[in-house]
Structure formats: structure tokens, C-alpha cells
């Protein structure tokens, strides 16, 4: 019900956006939260990491 509709390289896509954090050594799913597609990559940074956690991207 909640799905929207966002574009990307012309391209228009439906649905939703699995986000998920996952441990490199062990390789499990620590967290995960799902958004609709609308929702930009970096918003659920903070839901998956926590508040305390800096992020740099260049």
C-alpha cells in the first residue's frame, strides 16, 4: 500500500527499497528496515547505524 514511484537514469521504477546492515565478518543481517522506492539511499543511515555513527562520502 505504502510503494511509490521514483526515477532513475529515465527510468521509472514501483515498489520498495530493502536497506540492510550486515556484519562483514560474519556475514549476517545485524538490521534491516524497508522503505518505499521514492526514499533516497542515505535517510535510513541513521535508523540502520544509529545517531553516534559519522558517515563522509566523497
Do not use: C
Not at 10 to 21: F, R
Not at 27 to 56: C, N, R, W, Y
Request: glycine share 6%; hydrophobic share 35%.
Amino acid at each position: 500500500m505504502d510503494a511509490r514511484w521514483t526515477k532513475k537514469g529515465g527510468q521509472s521504477y514501483y515498489g520498495y527499497k530493502n536497506h540492510v546492515k550486515v556484519d562483514a565478518a560474519s556475514k549476517f543481517i545485524e538490521t534491516f528496515t524497508v522503505t518505499d522506492a521514492a526514499v533516497h539511499d542515505s535517510q535510513p543511515v541513521e535508523e540502520l547505524f544509529g545517531s553516534h555513527l559519522s558517515v563522509h562520502v566523497e
